[in-house]
């Protein structure tokens, strides 16, 4: 058996036995895939452990940065409550549109919302409407511009608040310092900034499964 058919066994089990998904969670990967997005959301799996930090965190509002078909999205918004709230940003209109019939069929739309446009024109906006600090952030966009995804998230965030930060590993390219491709450096330096930020505490994880080999990073909002 090879190493990735075993990773996907794996993670096939965890998905039957603790985060099985249903008609809901089904239709919105197979109109994904229909609509023509790529096959990068989280599984299963990443989808539980999200929903589960943000029920960890009594998360009442979440930011999610990268949308995609909305899978991620219904993860996290069935963990608030009913008056809760969770905006999602999303550069594709595609996408968008797809996520927002997902999230709508999920019975999510009075919670969860997109908004549409490159994530550092409508984060400018999104501050200027002034919310409640965000319990949970979610960061999934383009790596190249995780740096800045992480000083937004500060500055919307208060202390106990929790910033999650997807595929930092980049299939191990990470530890190249000399590697110049976007994905890498952006990681690299937004690892480095929420090293040594004075107001997070954080670490990172390796992961294996049908994703391959990635990671996540995940840090706390400390007073």
């Not at 899978?71 to 996290?76: E, F, R």
């Not at 549409?116 to 979610?138: I, W």
């Not at 191990?172 to 690299?188: C, F, H, S």
Request: charged share 20%; aromatic share 6%.
């Amino acid at each position: 058996m090879s190493q990735s058919k075993l990773w996907d066994d794996v993670d096939d089990y965890f998905t039957t036995h603790l985060a099985p998904e249903d008609d809901v969670l089904r239709a919105a990967q197979r109109d994904s895939e229909a609509a023509g997005l790529p096959s990068i959301a989280v599984t299963a799996p990443q989808g539980k452990l999200l929903q589960l930090l943000a029920q960890i965190q009594g998360a009442r509002t979440i930011l999610e940065l990268g949308t995609l078909g909305g899978y991620s999205t219904i993860w996290l918004a069935r963990a608030l409550p009913a008056d809760g709230r969770l905006v999602s940003l999303e550069y594709s209109p595609v996408n968008a549109e797809v996520a927002t019939r997902n999230i709508a069929r999920a019975g999510l739309d009075k919670i969860a919302e997109v908004r549409v446009g490159p994530a550092l024109e409508s984060l400018p906006q999104l501050a200027d409407e002034n919310p409640p600090p965000f319990d949970l952030v979610f960061i999934d966009a383009d790596k190249g511009n995780n740096p800045h995804y992480v000083e937004w998230a500060l500055k919307l965030t208060s202390a106990g608040s929790l910033i999650v930060v997807d595929n930092v590993v980049r299939g191990g390219r990470v530890a190249d310092p000399g590697n110049p491709a976007a994905d890498v450096q952006g990681t690299r330096t937004a690892l480095e900034l929420i090293g040594r930020h004075p107001r997070l505490s954080a670490t990172a994880i390796q992961t294996v499964g049908t994703k391959g080999y990635d990671g996540f990073a995940l840090a706390r909002v400390l007073p």
